[in-house]
């Protein structure tokens, strides 16, 4: 059994899982770098291990029931055990998204990448993540999943845009960690909701206004949190975000 940290981060070839992925190389850690294309994988592994991190990729599309047991298959052959799972990867999917406008496959497409996949992936690593001494699970969220603040402000920034497919997905996406977190209290897994903040990257355009080295700070914090910490929470930089 390896005696270094093992994590996997979904979405792990750019953006903020990338920066996810450096993070949590930094500290030494074995990243698995998931990933669904193969050039971009590899060459994600590649700037990763020339920065110094111990990266390796592992195939993997969130939407793909078989694809997720094939990326725990590696993981077990390679460590025996997973002690961080981070589940990152996510879509927009195609707009518009106004309620009166959208069409329904569009959300069927957006919840089964941003919370089936969540759920594909945490089943097929929980074997694994249940020899670990300390495991933690990071489910990425946003704000714009808060219903908190969807009716508090009218800032765009925090609420996204007015859209019935990937907000909701990440309201979901909550809902789903707290029930996990209701499930697994009396285990040592720990499992929270980190928010990025507002991150340049394709999800949006490269219009945010954060880096996604910034970005990727609330899940290396959930990421090596203590076994004391916190379980089914909602996390940003400034602290815990509303529901
Ligand atoms: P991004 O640059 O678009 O990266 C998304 C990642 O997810 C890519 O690696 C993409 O891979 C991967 N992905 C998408 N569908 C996948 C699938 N079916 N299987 C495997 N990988 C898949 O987005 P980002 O901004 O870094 O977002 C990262 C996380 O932060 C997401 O959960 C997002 O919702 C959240 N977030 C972002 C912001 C923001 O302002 N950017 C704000 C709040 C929350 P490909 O390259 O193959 O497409």
Redesign the pocket.
């Known amino acids: 059994m390896s005696e270094r940290t093992i994590a996997l981060v979904?979405?792990?070839?750019?953006?903020?899982?990338?920066e996810i992925a450096a993070g949590l190389g930094a500290l030494g850690w074995s990243i698995g770098v998931?990933?669904?294309?193969e050039q971009?994988r590899e060459s994600a592994v590649e700037r990763l291990r020339a920065a110094g991190a111990d990266a390796f990729g592992v195939p993997?599309?969130?939407?793909d029931d078989a694809s997720a047991t094939a990326a725990a298959r590696l993981l077990e052959d390679r460590a025996g055990r997973l002690d961080v799972l981070v589940n990152?990867?996510?879509?927009t999917g195609d707009w518009p998204q106004e309620p009166t406008r959208i069409d329904p496959g569009t959300i069927r497409t957006v919840v089964e990448?941003?919370v089936i996949?969540v759920l594909r992936v945490t089943n097929a690593m929980l074997p694994l993540l249940r020899r670990s001494a300390s495991p933690r699970i990071v489910n990425?969220?946003?704000?714009?999943g808060s219903l908190t603040r969807q009716s508090e402000t009218d800032d765009v920034q925090a609420i996204g845009p007015l859209a019935a497919g990937?907000p909701p997905s990440?309201s979901f996406l909550n809902a789903l960690t707290v029930q996990y977190a209701r499930e697994l209290r009396g285990t040592n897994i720990l499992i929270n909701l980190g928010?990025?903040?507002?991150?340049?990257?394709?999800?949006?355009g490269f219009r945010?206004v954060?880096t996604?080295e910034q970005?990727a700070a609330i899940a290396i914090k959930l990421a090596t949190l203590p076994d004391d910490g916190p379980t089914g929470g909602f996390f940003e930089d400034a602290g815990e975000v509303p529901w």
Request: proline share 4%; with cysteine; glycine share 18%.
């Open positions: 979904t979405g792990a070839n750019k953006g903020i899982g990338y998931g990933a669904r294309d971009r993997l599309d969130v939407t990152n990867a996510a879509i990448t941003n996949g990425m969220s946003s704000s714009v990937y990440k928010c990025p903040g507002y991150v340049a990257t394709d999800l949006n945010g954060r996604p970005g």
